[in-house]
């Protein structure tokens, strides 16, 4: 599977590299540690740059969702034109030319759009690690019983700092200021509801096509589709 | 060395390929002239490095610490590593190939973007033409499917307007093309609504050529569109073999009438002998196309017919049944000639047979409907007329010809006003000076005389300006407004422009008028009973 995997990324060579190149503008963007800026590597990596697992879920989702959109927009834009020109208009390329100095150059045209067009759906999906990444801090996260009972001081400590402010305002007392011991801890949160509603759909999608695309079969698939579309 | 710590050490110049990520490869890369010899503590390090080699398991760090320099993580998003560490020896910026590869593919975006758009228009004309023609709405979706024709013109003249705006030098290319699916269903349609005309013939011929393979034509799918292309072949090679000589002799027997309709040249070949010319090719060639040698004997005798009165419609319509039956299936080539002559020839049953069978073919032939309405007004089988109507509207919904031929059937039963109605709902769709005509005739049998020549001038004016732009003035509209000037203008201005216009052409009223304006017949008889109809 992985030598299907790597023969995918290198036929679908212009899409592998930009994919690897928003997944790194991504990364930089969102300050996330790109470790290995090589994007075509002889190994699962290939198509994507190796960087740090984020712990924020924000980061994990978008450095796995923005390469994708970005590359399904190439795919849909690219690939429909080269697609409904080959196969709902169904242009023919050009006869022969007779003295003509102006053969219809749109075949060619939709052939190398609808190249493109599978080559950027073949390079949609994130690293499958990341996408797991991504899944497990959305809907795998659950916290331990150190960090509900860390949650909980730290909840303790800030009804306490409020009535103190409270008190303090009702004596018309300077607000007791908080004491700085270290670093300010912050409260673990489970991933919400209403947001693992919002991302199920694309995070599933994502888990699903890098699945795929791991295993070279979103390139078998754009294979069959061509072939079908062809006879058809 | 300083110049070696200063680059990055994940940046791809200065790693040699690997295949995976190994941690350890790191570690000896830290800042050397940041740290003193004297600061290293050798013997710690060498503990540390046996007990590692004893366990042989990865080097242990605190957690919450930073693998490489031991400090805390802070407020670093790494689990592994600090923020200063991460910045200092992990982080890859971009390079100018990367920049380069962004300007590509923002060019390539919005290419893909233009040719998704512009192909999405004719994709979407040619599926409009789809429904159409699944609710068999023939005409709009030979609209839709030329419209795709029109739509790649102007997109690849826009495109070319786009590059010659940047250079001049550039030349003039066809970039789109509407391809062959929506040539292929024009030729489908074409199939239903073909006639023996040549242009008609070779264009079909043409679109089979270039839009169907040899091994698609022999397919079961695509008999039809075979058949049909073999039929017009075969026309077609019979038709060129007598052309010529038929031809000749036509136009000699032609040219020795003068202008009255005379013979002058006792010579000239007879309508027989030219018939015989006809015959004696179909003897020696038993593969020539039947029903095109009798297709010219009509022809023979509609143009002595047409140019000098001086042979019986009815001759024409011997040959024209003989070019009908002998076509077979198809037979509704010459549906137009057909049904035009059993209309002149008063033959309304074979009418009535034929148009209802090119209606089978298809359903949306205008020519059909038309004298089916006319016929059964004729017959006065009015309800049958109006139903015929209705299917011309649910065919045709664009066509202006219902509402001209609903309005005659409702003046010819005496409903005036519903007559004014359709026609002023059909002057709403699109303007034509049939309309305005068909009302005004129903002003005038309402008695509306102003309103009539109100209304007969708008016709004129109509067909006048549609003359312009490559129409005709149809002679029913001269006569009708001729007619209603006569009547309802004390000046009878439009009359007398009218005369002198047929004057100037060579023609003159026809007879039912003149005898309106004699006062032999009336306005009423002359469009409410017989033909109803100048």
Known sequence: MKILYLISKYITLPATVVKGLWEHITCGALKVLVEDGRYLQANELCGHVEHELTTSKVKAFLVSFIPTVINGLLAFFLGGAGFMGLFVLRVTPPEAAEGSASQPIAFWLYIVLFYLGVSFFCNMFPLFEDAINNWGLLYQTKLTAEQKEANEKIKAEKAYQKEAKKLAKANGQKTPEKKKNGEEKKLVKETSIFTKILLFIPSAIMLTGSFLEKHGLTFIISIIVTVLAIVL | ?534
């Open chain 2, 1 to 534: 060395m300083a110049e070696d710590t200063n680059k990055k050490l994940g940046s791809p110049e200065n790693e040699e390929p690997q295949k995976d990520w190994e941690w350890d490869a790191k570690a000896p890369d830290a800042p050397l002239e940041t740290v003193e010899l004297s600061q290293l503590d050798f013997a710690k390090a060498n503990e540390a490095d046996k007990g590692a080699d004893e366990e042989d398991a990865p080097a242990a760090h605190e957690p919450g610490c930073c693998i490489i320099c031991g400090e805390k993580l802070r407020k670093s998003p790494s689990e592994l590593y600090c923020n200063v560490c991460r910045e200092k020896f992990l982080k890859v910026n971009y390079g100018a190939r990367h920049i380069i590869l962004s300007i590509v593919m923002m060019f390539v975006a919005v290419i893909g973007i233009v040719a998704f758009s512009a192909t999405s228009q004719i994709a979407r004309n040619i599926s409009e033409a789809d429904n159409h023609l699944e609710n068999g709405h023939i005409a709009r979706a030979l609209d839709s499917y030329n419209a795709v024709d029109s739509t790649v013109s102007s997109l690849n003249s826009g495109f070319n307007a786009f590059i010659q705006g940047i250079s001049s030098n550039f030349d003039t290319v066809t970039v789109f093309d509407s391809g062959i699916a929506a040539d292929k269903k024009i030729a489908e349609i074409m199939v239903k609504s073909m006639t023996s005309a040549y242009e008609d013939r070779e264009a079909f011929m043409a679109l089979v050529e270039n839009s169907f393979t040899q091994k698609e034509l022999n397919s079961e799918k695509y008999a039809h569109i075979k058949e049909c292309y073999d039929f017009c072949k075969s026309m077609d090679t019979t038709a060129n073999a007598i052309y010529e000589e038929w031809y000749a002799m036509l136009n000699e027997r032609l040219s020795a009438f003068d202008e009255n309709g005379k013979l002058t040249d006792e010579n000239a070949p007879t309508i027989e002998e030219i018939i015989a010319l006809l015959d004696n090719y179909a003897e020696k060639n038993p593969d020539a196309e039947p029903s095109t040698i009798d297709y010219y004997k009509v022809m023979t005798v509609y143009y002595e017919y047409a140019s000098f009165k001086s042979i019986e419609a009815s001759e024409m319509m011997t040959h024209l049944n003989n070019a009908y039956s002998k076509a077979g299936k198809f037979g509704y080539f010459y549906s137009d000639y057909y049904l035009s002559f059993a209309w002149e020839c008063e033959d309304y049953d074979a009418l009535v047979k034929v148009a209802n069978e090119v209606l089978k073919v298809n359903p949306a032939n205008e020519g059909a409907y038309f004298y089916l309405t006319k016929t059964y007004s004729q017959l006065e089988e009015w309800d049958k007329a109006s139903a015929i109507c209705e299917d011309l509207l649910k065919y045709n919904p664009d066509s202006l010809d219902y509402y001209t031929l609903k309005a005659e059937v409702l003046r010819r039963t005496g409903d005036y006003s519903a007559a004014v109605d359709i026609c002023k709902k059909g002057l709403k769709i699109g303007e034509d000076s049939e309309i305005y005509r068909q009302e005004s005739i129903a002003y005038m049998l309402n008695e509306e005389k102003d309103k009539a020549l109100e209304i007969a001038k708008a016709a004129y004016e109509s067909a006048y300006a549609a003359s312009y732009s490559g129409g005709t003035i149809s002679l029913e509209v001269l006569n009708t407004t001729a007619l209603i000037s006569y009547l309802c203008d004390e000046e009878k201005t439009l009359y007398n422009e009218i005369i002198d216009m047929l004057e100037t052409e060579g023609y003159e009223l026809e007879d039912s008028v003149k005898s309106v304006i004699k006062g032999d017949t009336t306005f009423e008889d002359l469009f409410t009973t017989g033909k109803g109809d100048i």
